[in-house]
């Protein structure tokens, strides 16, 4: 699966649901992972956002944001 074509699924979603299993889709077409690209091509370009609605890009983990886990600074 190429860059562009996951961005196009991505961006195909209607829902979360779409979204969730777009994800699973872009995850077995990578070995299981998501791609290097995703988190900016996805998640910073504001794909999640504008598909999901705003905030969405600010997915939490029991340890952290993403940013804290990735070390970026604001």
């Known amino acids: 699966m190429t860059q562009e074509e996951v961005i196009d699924l ?15 889709t872009v995850k077995k077409a990578h070995d ?10 996805i998640i910073l370009s504001g794909l999640c956002d504008k598909t999901l609605g705003e905030g969405s890009s600010k ?9 804290e886990l990735l070390n970026i600074k604001h």
Request: charged letters at 20%; a negative charge; glycine letters at 2%.
């Open 10 to 24: 991505m961006k195909s979603s209607k829902n979360s649901q779409e979204w969730n299993a777009n994800c699973d």
């Open 32 to 41: 299981n992972n998501y791609p290097n690209y995703w988190y900016p091509e």
């Open 59 to 67: 997915i939490t983990f029991s340890t952290g944001t993403i940013d």
